[in-house]
């Protein structure tokens, strides 16, 4: 099958041409050997299925970091190559299209956002530049699907102009002349769009913007989860599968072994579906009805800030702050990523340029930065207690985050690189394209932690029964009991942790636990160790070296600050 | 070529332009920097800059750039001459 590669520097709505092309049915995977992920789908070519490949956003083919590296490798893989130009910035565009017109694979040109170019006051003479290239462009407006039609039928009409190979100064060259000849701009007074971009990269004016963007995107994540907990999920267990659950808990007899791991703890005809612990109780409530509407909600408003363009400005920002932590303001999106799941932060550490980085952003993300899972838990149980004890949970993390950032800064050997990153223009994301990555993430973690929660509850239920837990919980009283003033039934909760956040944390529940118990445990199972799944990726990221550093890290860390805690409150 | 005109990109005044006059880095940032179209003669506008030794944000082309502090300082900017 013929492979058609989608080429084009970042932001310049590849991802959205490449759905154009392929429709819904894409499937995406990882580079061999690594974590940088590309999208691979199929095309109908008249009667030949094609494959299309969305290779990750470069702007040269003289890599600068490892997913650029990837993409270069991919190129040599590919008969076609479709390079994304973004209409609206050909001068950076062009240098991407001239070195691939150097490699001698046959290439067309798509020039997106071609829509853009009308009111920015641009224009572009087509047959001009078709000349100069030597193969066929193609506007086209990838959100509206205009032009995509005659892209695709254009395909087979790509060609290799052999362009001879040039020096840097000698494209760079080339470049000012055909933009010369081809682009002519008309000067135009900026829009209120335009001057809302400036003002949010300007310390004061983009501090209060942050500020307002971060408050709305929290109520809205709460609001959204609140509701689908409350008029839907809620509803939903209480009136149509607690009685489902009765019925079968009669069935079984209401007791013994097998019961207690399917349906749990039903007392007096009631199912309480936190505390129960069977597979069909809060083995299906917790991932579905506790986690999964806040999953929904976090991923939506993530999704939207990214794919509007304001992650780049709030690195920006953030940049003075993470220098003191040892990062650059790039680092400020894996951290917002771990406030989703950690795993997916972990690998987005990618994204920074050296290996002291990665390693103090994923410790920092691993430690100090509650998954949507774990958030969840603490609203619905902490929140019980009282919002101020929601808040001291979240104060602690915080500060155990710089503090710990400081530290590691300090005691790491290096030096933290600059920041240098393209700030996109604000975009109205298309809906289908929000949500089909939407849809994508809530499958990924329904897929991971479905089965990882099921099996965490089975284990659970065996290990109750066989009194291992009673066994472990009498060695570790000194430090559970002593240091942070927990019953030694909590450290169950702990080791469960490793499996998953949000059990743990629902372990809690039936412990009668008081308020200030409840915050140093869920401050200390959100510190202590990362779950098996956000581990595995730290093994796999930072190698087992610097994971058993990154776990020292971790446990110290967890035992202080719980300790301090259970000294203060 | 005056030398009065010669300014690093942290030294530039918010709003200001000029032409980007040498880029006094190692290999590794010359070609992070080109790959992102900021080359010696690119015409380019300041932003904004953070306090604290924070970012400059550069207009470049139509796009915008953001450049770490220790980057900017190593950039040279030709001004416009103003009259």
Redesign the interface.
């Known amino acids: 099958m013929r492979k058609i590669l989608l080429v084009g520097n970042p932001n310049v709505g590849k991802s959205v041409l490449f759905s154009r092309l392929t429709g819904v049915h894409a499937t995406a995977s990882n580079y061999p050997g690594t974590t940088i992920s590309y999208t691979q789908g199929f095309l109908k070519l008249g009667e030949e299925k094609v494959e299309v490949i969305d290779v990750p956003g470069t702007y040269t083919l003289e890599p600068t970091s490892e997913a650029e590296e990837i993409a270069l490798q991919m190129l040599d893989t590919g008969d076609i190559v479709i390079d994304v130009v973004n209409a609206t910035n050909m001068e950076r565009s062009l240098y991407l299209t001239l070195q691939l017109l150097e490699k001698g694979t046959p290439v067309i040109v798509a020039l997106n956002l071609w829509d853009d170019t009308k009111h920015r006051g641009i224009d572009i003479d087509l047959d001009k530049l078709r000349e100069f290239l030597g193969v066929p462009v193609i506007p086209t407006v990838a959100v509206s699907g205009e032009g995509i039609k005659d892209l695709v039928e254009h395909i087979p009409k790509a060609t290799s102009p052999d362009a001879p190979v040039r020096t840097r100064d000698e494209r760079w060259a080339t470049i000012g002349s055909i933009i010369d000849q081809v682009q002519h701009i008309e000067h135009r007074h900026h829009t209120w769009l335009e001057r809302l971009q400036d003002a949010s990269v300007k310390p004061l004016p983009g501090g209060m913007i942050a500020v307002v963007v971060l408050i709305c995107a929290f109520l809205v994540i709460r609001f959204i989860g609140e509701s689908l907990i409350g008029y839907v999920l809620d509803p939903l267990f209480n009136n149509l599968w607690a009685p489902v659950v009765i019925w079968l808990s009669n069935l079984m007899g209401g007791s013994g072994f097998l019961h207690d791991i399917v349906v749990g703890t039903v007392a007096g005809g009631e199912v309480n579906f936190v505390e129960s612990f069977g597979l069909l109780t809060s083995g299906l409530y917790v991932p579905f009805a506790m986690v999964l509407p806040y999953i929904i909600s976090f991923y939506l408003v993530l999704g939207l800030l990214e794919d509007v363009g304001y992650l780049p400005r709030l690195a920006v920002l953030m940049d003075t702050v993470m220098h003191w932590l040892g990062l650059h303001g790039y680092a400020i999106i894996p951290t917002l990523l771990g406030l989703g799941c950690n795993v997916p932060a972990v690998l987005a550490t990618r994204i920074l340029e050296s290996k002291r980085e990665r390693f103090i952003a994923s410790t920092l993300v691993a430690i100090a930065v509650p998954c949507a899972a774990l958030q969840a838990m603490i609203f619905g149980l902490v929140g019980e207690r009282g919002g101020q004890y929601v808040a001291i949970v979240y104060g602690t993390l915080f500060v155990v985050w710089v503090i710990l950032g400081i530290i590691l800064n300090h005691a790491v050997k290096g030096f933290s690189p600059e920041l240098l990153i393209e700030i996109p223009p604000y975009r109205l994301p298309p809906w289908r394209i929000v949500l089909q990555k939407l849809w994508m993430r809530v499958y990924g973690f329904l897929a991971e932690a479905i089965p990882i929660i099921l099996g965490a509850i089975v284990v659970i239920n065996m290990l109750y029964s066989l009194r291992v837990f009673d066994a472990i919980a009498s060695f570790t009283a000194p430090v559970v009991t002593g240091l942070l003033g927990l019953p030694k039934e909590a450290v169950t909760s702990l080791i469960i942790g490793f499996l998953r956040k949000d059990v743990a944390l629902g372990m809690l529940a039936p412990l009668a636990l008081t308020a200030k118990q409840l915050v140093v445990a869920s401050v200390v199972l959100a510190m202590f160790f990362p779950c098996i799944a956000t581990f595995v990726v730290l093994l796999r990221e930072l190698g087992v070296v610097y994971l058993l550093k990154s776990a020292g890290v971790m446990i110290l860390a967890a035992l202080v600050t719980g300790g301090m805690l259970n000294l203060i409150l | 070529m005056p030398h009065r005109d010669l300014i690093t990109l942290t030294r530039m005044q918010?709003g200001q332009s000029g032409q980007v006059a040498e880029i006094r880095g190692g290999f590794?940032m010359v070609?992070?920097?080109?790959?992102?179209?900021i080359?010696p003669g690119k015409r380019i506008t300041k932003?904004?800059?953070?306090?604290?030794?924070?970012?400059v944000?550069i207009e470049v082309?139509?796009?915008?750039?953001?450049?770490?502090?220790?980057?900017a300082n190593k950039i040279i900017i030709q001004l416009d001459q103003i009259r």
């Open positions: 918010t590794g070609d992070r920097l080109n790959a992102l179209g080359i932003i904004s800059s953070m306090f604290a030794r924070g970012p944000a082309d139509r796009g915008q750039v953001a450049i770490g502090y220790g980057m």
